[in-house]
């Protein structure tokens, strides 16, 4: 078999059998297909899609690629949570502790930074100290101890994705249902949790830009997930505006402790309490959505949530302190945008602020980037806030040098109106 041939054929829109499947991810996985080969297949797919079957068998190799870790020695339903990326989404680090502290288990393998979007990896290695390498025992055991762990893909974790997603992330072979599909559920499906819940972005800051994209997504997540008896339910949520106030890395983190104080933003705080609450379900602490909230309202309230977050920041080896400091977020550089004008203001373009983030050193431009943990925006007045003339809107951090074309880039990314806009978080549910 040569994958030239399966690349010609995939272009053709002829269905790769389970075998030619087989052949790609692990000639891929072991360096017999090249990345310029393996950038041109994906392209094709984007192009071209993949039957379900196709997605179905891609996924399960993926998954095969490494090992599969078995989290049996963990008492309870285990959870995980996945989003399918956003601008300023740091909802894994206020949602893990809220059920966490409620005594749910959460098992979670996060991802990096993709295309203009940010990743929980790279915003928790933004703690001095903290790693995202834990041996199996030691995932297992620190979800037993104290029923939260978070990993980042190590090399014999799903390599086939780690290695697909790295090169997608670089050669705009990000924004495709089949790609996306198998990413995430070969992840997923490795780590062993029981339920899972769904986060789909919908809106042009996210993968998928329509509510019907977002939803074909949903369904071939939840068919796969179903083919492993997994309880996979999906929350579509906003993404054409940036979620809450910070994107970057360190900012981000800092939003995620304000928010587990009680002070997070409007849009962050609906999000966080309508995932926590599905996965409150989910788990089987409850199946009243009211009784949920109740007692995600409690957790943030008694700190026992934000203490949570702390003692899992402490375990994966993050200086608290250091976390804690003033001088914790300490960027060189900034440069502050006001309003020109009195209105109401509504962003029109989370992906711009997204690209805006990712230029000042949020995100990474080549595989082997390493990302400016300083970088990134606040987001002072956001969608429906009232703006006088002279406002601060946003202020854009980096440790470098900031070039006045950014602040250009972002004008297109708002606009300041007369009326306030309908702005809804949740766009809907599907299991
Ligand atoms: N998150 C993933 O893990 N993979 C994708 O392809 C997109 C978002």
Not at 175 to 201: E, Q
Not at 281 to 307: F, R, S, W
Request: proline fraction near 2%; glycine fraction near 8%.
């Amino acid at each position: 078999m040569r994958i030239v041939d399966l690349i010609i054929k995939k272009r053709e829109g002829i269905e790769l059998s389970d075998k030619e499947i087989e052949f790609i991810i692990s000639n891929y996985v072991s360096g017999e297909i090249k990345d310029y080969q393996m950038a041109s297949f994906l392209t094709t797919v984007v192009f071209k899609g993949m039957t379900p079957k196709e997605i179905g068998k891609f996924t399960f190799e993926m998954m095969k690629s490494g090992k599969i870790i078995d989290l049996s020695a963990i008492n309870g339903i285990k959870v995980d949570k996945h989003s399918t990326g956003g601008v300023g989404d740091k909802t894994t680090l206020v949602v893990g502790p809220i059920i966490a502290s409620l005594g749910v288990p959460v098992a979670k393998m996060s991802g990096r930074g993709l295309g203009h979007t940010g990743g929980t990896i790279d915003k928790l290695e933004s703690i001095p100290g903290f790693s995202v390498e834990l041996t199996d025992e030691q995932f297992i055991s620190q979800v037993n101890k104290i029923k939260i762990a978070v990993i980042g893909q190590s090399d014999n974790l799903v390599p086939a994705d780690k290695k697909l997603y790295a090169l997608r992330d670089v050669t705009g072979n990000v924004s495709s249902i089949p790609l996306i599909a198998s990413s995430i559920m070969s992840k997923k499906l490795a780590t062993g949790s029981d339920a899972i819940l769904l986060d789909v972005k919908v809106g042009n800051g996210a993968f998928m830009t329509t509510i019907e994209e977002a939803k074909k997504l949903s369904e071939q997540m939840i068919t796969i997930g179903k083919q492993l008896n997994k309880d996979v339910r999906v929350e579509m949520t906003n993404m054409s505006r940036p979620m809450g106030k910070a994107i970057g890395n360190k900012n981000e983190v800092l939003e995620a402790i304000e928010t587990l104080k009680g002070n997070g933003s409007k849009d962050f705080i609906e999000l966080c309490y309508s995932a926590s609450a599905t996965i409150l379900k989910q788990a089987k602490v409850t199946d009243d959505e009211k009784e949920a909230y109740k007692m995600i309202d409690e957790v943030i309230k008694n700190g026992k949530a934000l203490e949570k977050f702390y003692e899992f920041i402490k375990y994966q080896g993050g200086d608290v302190e250091k976390l804690k400091a003033k001088d914790f977020w300490n960027p060189s550089f900034k440069l502050e945008v006001f309003a020109k004008k009195d209105g109401v203001m509504e962003i029109t373009s989370a992906l711009d602020f997204g690209i805006v983030a990712s230029k000042l050193g949020a995100g990474r431009i080549s595989k082997e980037d390493s990302i400016d943990f300083e970088a990134g925006i606040q987001i002072n007045k956001k969608t429906n806030d009232k703006v006088k003339k002279g406002d601060l809107l946003f202020t854009l951090f980096s440790s470098k040098a900031i070039s006045n074309e950014l602040v250009e880039e972002l004008e297109k990314a708002y606009t300041i109106n007369e009326k306030e806009v309908e702005n809804k978080i949740i766009l809907g549910k599907m299991e």
